[in-house]
């Protein structure tokens, strides 16, 4: 059963892109199977810096098959802006596969997104900006796009009619704005067909057969189980399932064939937009973490919100995503502090709370309780045993271990491939 799930098991941005990276040398497939180009995953080759959006970054390894599948949203002008630019930078992405099952972000989703911000005035959450939440609307509402459908002119012109009627009822007397005119969709969708064709296949038979062939697939999600529609902190969440099930539906593959699931998860926390955040810094911790972690968005530029650890939030994404490992990044960021305050547990209403509370409202006044480690001074970033790491390093990822229920298999202490202290073998 030679499937494997990467997840974000906070917010999102943990690193997820470094981990597939580190992984890919021992995959044949590599599949982005929710979202779409709301993620930003970094990956640092030697000197060379790369931020993949839309596509997995399982692309940048020679041999390996990159996989878009069913789960996810795609903006065809994104996609190819992105493959020219790997092109550029002579990356082989012939060997794309794109299922004829993905639903199609067009621009009338991107401007619906941002005026919908707009409306929520205070309670916007956020978003990228991108389209994502009213694309996954229209998948839902089934009135959407999907690649397939760029390959009958007829059916394409008939579906985005459709998805316009009410659209432009809505632009034009709710949010006064110009109508969109089907026949501009349509010309600019189509604009794509003869780029995207090649690329455009049945990726859950390709997929179930190479793992029926012993290949190993790796999975790699995008977003987090926090910003997960149904377990994150809705509604300040992204609109896909960013959990490890949403690999199985967002795929076709059956969740028998699911081996291992590795959360990932930074040795503190950050979320860009709005909505709870429990161990939030206000002060100068959250500012010196945003400095010495990069703590910048890869999509967007944003700052990140910057605070701890929190246990409850990893024992959390552990159970929901029946995780097997976790990959602790950015232990690196945290030298140089002499107290390391971790979050063990919520007070709530007065009352000690274990767990993340399953209301809303709970999570939101949930005030953090904390318990503080001893750090280190000493530069961790060319440590690549576990013994190699400071006394003190070492009790805080063990203390870590202990309260996430769930083995810690590698260690991140910097942004390059290397740069990694593996513990466990997370393939075998
Ligand atoms: P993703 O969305 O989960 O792939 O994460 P991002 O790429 O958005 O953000 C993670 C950032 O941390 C990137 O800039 C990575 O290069 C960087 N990074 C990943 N792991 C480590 C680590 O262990 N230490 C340090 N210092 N940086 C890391
Ligand atoms: P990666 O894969 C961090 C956040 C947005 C916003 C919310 C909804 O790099 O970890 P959306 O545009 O998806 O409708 O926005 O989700 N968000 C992310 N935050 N990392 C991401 O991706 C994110 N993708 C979406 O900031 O709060
Ligand atoms: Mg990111």
New binding site residues.
């Given amino acids: 059963m030679p499937a494997f799930v990467i997840v974000?098991a906070q917010w999102?941005?943990?690193?997820?892109?470094?981990?597939?990276d580190l992984l890919a040398e021992h995959i044949e497939y590599v599949v982005k199977f929710n979202g779409g180009n709301n993620?930003?995953?970094?990956?640092?080759i030697g000197n060379e810096?790369y931020?993949?959006h839309l596509l997995p970054?399982g692309i940048l390894t020679p041999g390996v098959i990159p996989v878009i599948s069913n789960g996810v949203v795609i903006d065809l002008h994104v996609l190819f802006e992105e493959l020219d630019a790997l092109n550029a930078r002579g990356i082989d992405t012939s060997k794309l596969r794109i299922s004829a099952n993905a639903h199609v972000i067009t621009p009338y989703h991107i401007s619906l997104d941002k005026t919908a911000e707009r409306f929520l005035g205070k309670r916007a959450i956020g978003t990228t900006g991108r389209g994502i939440g009213p694309t996954y609307a229209d998948k839902i509402n089934r009135i959407g796009i999907r690649i397939q459908d760029l390959f009958d002119e007829s059916i394409l012109r008939q579906k985005v009619e459709a998805a316009l009627v009410q659209k432009n009822q809505l632009l034009s007397k709710v949010y006064n704005r110009a109508a969109i005119r089907a026949e501009e969709i349509v010309a600019e969708l189509l604009s794509y067909t003869d780029r995207l064709q090649p690329y455009v296949a049945d990726t859950a038979l390709e997929l179930h057969q190479a793992i029926e062939a012993g290949k190993n697939v790796l999975f790699e999600g995008?977003q987090?189980t926090m910003l997960d529609v149904d377990h994150g902190t809705y509604p300040f969440v992204t609109s896909s399932n960013a959990t490890a099930g949403g690999a199985a539906t967002g795929s076709g593959i059956g969740p028998g064939l699911f081996q291992n699931v590795i959360g990932?998860v930074k040795a503190y926390t950050t979320r860009v937009g709005a909505g709870p955040f429990p161990t939030e810094l206000f002060d100068e911790w959250g500012e010196l973490l945003r400095k010495t972690?990069?703590?910048y968005?890869?999509?967007t530029g944003r700052p990140r919100r910057c605070g701890w650890y929190d246990a409850p939030i990893a024992r959390y994404s552990a159970r929901i995503n029946g995780l097997t490992d976790f990959v602790l990044?950015?232990?690196?960021?945290l030298t140089g502090i002499k107290e390391i305050p971790v979050c063990v547990a919520y007070e709530v209403d007065g009352k000690r709370v274990e767990e993340v509370p399953v209301s809303q409202s709970d999570f939101h006044h949930a005030i953090p309780i904390y318990e503080n480690f001893p750090g280190w001074d000493e530069d961790i970033?060319g440590c690549r045993t576990f013994e190699e790491l400071p006394k003190n390093a070492q009790d805080y990822v063990r203390a870590l271990e202990k309260m996430s229920n769930c083995r810690i298999s590698a260690?991140?202490?910097?942004?390059a491939r290397d740069?990694?202290i593996v513990l466990h073998d997370m393939l075998g």
């Fill in positions: 974000g999102g941005d943990e690193g997820k892109g470094k981990a597939t993620a930003g995953h970094t990956v640092v810096k931020a993949l970054s995008g987090a990932i972690g990069h703590e968005g890869t999509t990044t950015k232990l690196d960021v970033t260690i991140g202490v910097g942004p740069a990694t």
